[in-house]
């Protein structure tokens, strides 16, 4: 059984960093970060593939960096520079198959963490 779990979440001043982590179990598959904030639909912000090939949507680039250690079967998403709106419920997820470039779509994933929150004040 694949399972995915989040941590490091928390409440922060904007311009402050955070780190999230994500353990997985299973093999090294493509894995992804996305977000959800209230009323808004969710979000892919970063995407890594197994080897380490990465993509990060605009809004997040030069600020978040997504990475992973295939032998802590845990993956990782530092928060740098944070902003009021990147505040929403932070969520791992990992898809079968090949690694897909451009924006991840949730649906291409088929397995997803409970999901960790991230509040930025002003």
């Known amino acids: 059984q694949k399972r995915l779990v989040e941590s490091g979440g928390g409440s922060v001043q904007a311009g402050d960093s955070l780190s999230l982590a994500c353990a997985f179990s299973g093999p090294s598959y493509p894995m992804a970060w996305f977000r959800q904030a209230p009323g808004k639909e969710r979000e892919g912000v970063a995407s890594i593939s197994s080897g380490g090939r990465t993509y990060y949507t605009d809004s997040v680039k030069e600020r978040f960096s997504i990475s992973r250690d295939n032998t802590k079967n845990t993956m990782y998403l530092q928060l740098n520079s944070l902003k009021v709106e990147d505040t929403a419920m932070y969520y791992c997820?990992?898809?079968?198959?090949?690694?897909?470039?451009?924006?991840?779509?949730?649906?291409?994933?088929?397995?997803w963490g409970q999901g960790t929150q991230v509040t930025v004040s002003s």
């Open positions: 997820a990992a898809r079968e198959g090949v690694y897909r470039t451009g924006s991840p779509r949730p649906t291409d994933y088929k397995y």
